[in-house]
């Protein structure tokens, strides 16, 4: 087959996860341009929320399963065009209880998917292979007076999660076979409709409509920290404009560049849906040594053409109906 001949298709991986359930969320609504006239093809332990779809097909696999990865790859029996890797332990909590779990989901799944596609990459007809790393990379060491992390920061995260991430993309961009063209990407915070409990938007819509519900003060952590924070759109965006122009073995940072307090995201979240009987600080959900602010800088990101397009009250709006 000549490469011109080869169909347009997306391997998704983590397709039953918050973003790659809302990329085909956007897809079965006919909201992402990019992939026109592109089959896309699923890998996820268990099956997608959003299932079926025209023009998905679904495989179930388990990433930390070397053999698993390679059958699957065979099956392909073509080299996908595109490969957003989304899949992985992406909780922190989770994985500083299992870090071994998730270094072997997270650095071990990335080096098997890599190793199977590297069977079927061509130089004549590369693949462009998209990592969704994090800026969990970086830890708390990394960030300036003000707490920035500039571009060029040298990772030095010390947390299970981070550590794994950054064991998959050393992985990544040590991967030298011909016709595989590995970029990084590491989003910052990021939340939207179908986000799970265990990150902070939902966890405040959660800890807000209980306190309603019960009729008892609403318990929360630090308010005065302030994140840079994306809607998982802006995210998605971002990753398909580095699958179509970003230079390989490049790395991005994809964030905002500014930041918004938690005690603003919760007053938000108040006016959307109710005040509760009460606010009280609960000592057991502050983190001690928390960072006050943590803002990144994804000027290599723009420079290809990307902005956020939504901001904090899209990104509530979302969250609250979603």
Known sequence: MRPSD???????SGASGFVGGRLLQRLAAGQLPALDGMRVHAITRSQPKHWPLDGVEWSPCDLSDPDSVQRLVLELGIAPTWVLHLGGLADPRVAARHPRQARSVNAGGTRNLLSALSNLARPESPVRFLLSSTAAVYGQEALDAEGRIPAGTRPRTRTAYGWSKRLAERAALACSAPGLEVLVARPYNHAGPGQSRGYVVPDLC???????????????????????LLHVDDVLDAYLLLLQRGEPRGVYDVARGETFAIQEILDGLIERIGPPPGLELDAGRARPGESPRIVGDAR????????????????????VSG
């Open 6 to 12: 080869r169909p347009r298709t997306l391997l998704l």
């Open 206 to 228: 959660a800890a807000l409509r209980s306190a309603r519900e019960s009729g008892q003060p609403m318990h929360t952590g630090n308010l005065w920290p302030q994140r840079d």
């Open 300 to 319: 290599a990101l723009r420079a290809l053409g990307w902005k956020p397009r939504l901001g904090l009250a899209e990104i509530l709006d979302s969250a």
